[in-house]
């Protein structure tokens, strides 16, 4: 692959879990469906267990696909800044490096430091902007969607027991989050 390729755009798929998990979406009967089938999104999303990571854009690292790369990522922040808060609101919360779903990230090899998680629902999503894991040259921008819980408590008594079993399956299952894929074979590479 060559330059830079960009095969999904975030910020509808976005909108479109908001949309679902809002109850916005009909069956064929006309019964509310908030369940998110993931590859009607995109069909290169990869579902591994609890994470949905849906592949952005690649640059090969020239000088203008990495410019390009960066002005996409600019401005899909700005475009999430905006639909999540806007008006001097801001939604997004910091992710943090050394715990949760930002360590676990932190672990891969990014091309740019971790920023910001914001909230859809009962997901988490952030952007990563990873060096491609089969060519060190070149990287790749990508959407991850984990259950809101990994980031944020849920809120509640957290002293009962049923609190406590809950906090230990959540980090069992970010423990066993697989975050490792390949840039998929796209129509138009």
Do not use: C
């Not at 949760?100 to 430091?113: T, V």
Request: proline content about 4%.
């Amino acid at each position: 692959m060559k330059g830079f390729v960009q095969i999904a755009d975030g910020l509808a798929i976005v909108e479109e879990i908001e949309r679902i998990r809002r109850g916005e979406r009909r069956d064929a009967a006309g019964h509310v469906s908030v369940e998110v089938s993931w590859r009607e999104l995109s069909p290169w999303a990869i579902e591994s267990d609890q994470v949905k990571i849906f592949p952005l854009a690649r640059s090969d690292g020239s000088d203008e696909a990495d410019a390009q790369l960066a002005e996409l990522q600019r401005s899909l922040l700005m475009a999430f800044v905006h639909f999540f808060g806007g008006d001097g609101f801001h939604a997004e919360s910091l992710l943090d490096p050394e715990e949760g779903y930002g360590q676990k990230l932190s672990r891969q090899r990014l091309a740019s430091p971790l920023r910001y998680v914001w909230r859809v629902r009962d997901y988490a999503f952030t952007m990563v902007h990873a060096v491609d894991s089969h060519d060190s040259d070149a990287s790749t921008l990508a959407l991850h969607l984990y259950p809101a819980e990994w980031q944020w408590s849920r809120l509640g008594n957290d002293d009962t027991k049923r609190a406590a079993s809950r906090r230990r399956r959540m980090a069992a299952q970010l423990h066993a989050a697989t975050l490792d894929w390949a840039w998929p074979d796209a129509p138009n590479e």
